[in-house]
């Protein structure tokens, strides 16, 4: 069946420094791919999307490559903020699929430290 | 902007009580769902509609029911709370629509943290 896979969190950087949040997945044909941002106290909101094979998604200076050989979408960021500290989902949909539905990795929490 | 809104962010309820969480949406939206977040766990989908009147079970609808009167609107009952429920309930609505990348973008709630005691 088709499942998503995150790294585990927590992660805690610095101010400034590099991000990179692992996603892998398994489905038969070809979906979509998605990074969604849940900041705390608030429902998740879309962080970014690709919907083909080395599509790159980007948003507020984070980015996303659709990885087929390596079936990944690992979320990279070059200088985080205190403000990017959040729970991020990585998610997949096919793309024939009657109402959207996602299936959503684990959540990866990310705390950025002053 | 699109607006998801639930209408407890927080519940405090009793094992055996009958628990309603409500949702609604303002973009006119076909297609609604039910999720629960655990810690560890990520999101799990407990039931989806795409219609008024029309539902089906997600992954883990066990002592879970919907309603969808309205199209605006998607009821999630818990006919009898258990402890084992206490979680964070997230509903979410998306548009079905030709555009296929548009129609897989969900809008959030702000979730409603029901324990059950």
């Known amino acids: 069946g088709n499942s998503v896979t995150q790294m585990e969190g927590p992660v805690t950087l610095s101010e400034e420094a590099f991000l990179t949040i692992n996603c892998t997945y398994t489905?038969?044909?070809?979906?979509?791919l998605f990074w969604y941002v849940q900041y705390p106290g608030e429902g998740l909101q879309l962080l970014l999307k690709a919907t083909k094979a080395d599509d790159k998604g980007s948003n507020k200076g984070f980015e996303a490559t659709y990885r087929k050989e390596t079936t990944s979408f690992h979320l990279e960021k070059g200088s985080v903020q205190v403000s990017d500290s959040a729970v991020y989902f990585c998610?997949?949909?096919?793309?024939?699929?009657?109402?959207?539905?996602?299936?959503f990795g684990q959540g990866t929490e990310l705390s950025v430290k002053p | 902007d699109v607006k998801v809104t639930q209408s407890s962010r927080y519940l405090v309820k009793r094992t055996g009580e009958k628990v309603f969480l409500e949702c609604v949406q303002d973009?006119?939206?076909?297609?609604m769902f039910w999720y629960r977040q655990d810690p560890g766990l990520g999101l799990r989908l407990i039931y989806f509609s795409y219609d008024v009147k029309m539902k089906e079970k997600g992954d883990i609808p066990e002592g879970y029911s919907v309603s969808r009167e309205k199209k605006e609107r998607f009821s999630l009952i818990l006919e009898s709370a258990s402890t084992n429920q206490t979680s964070m309930y997230l509903c979410?609505?998306?548009?079905?629509?030709?555009?296929?990348?548009?129609?897989?973008?969900?809008?959030f709630g702000a979730g409603t943290r029901l324990s059950v005691l």
């Open positions: 979410a609505s998306s548009f079905e629509g030709s555009r296929v990348t548009a129609k897989n973008i969900q809008y």
């Open positions: 489905a038969t044909g070809y979906p979509s």
């Open positions: 973009m006119d939206h076909e297609n």
């Open positions: 998610a997949l949909s096919k793309i024939y699929n009657q109402g959207g539905k996602l299936i």
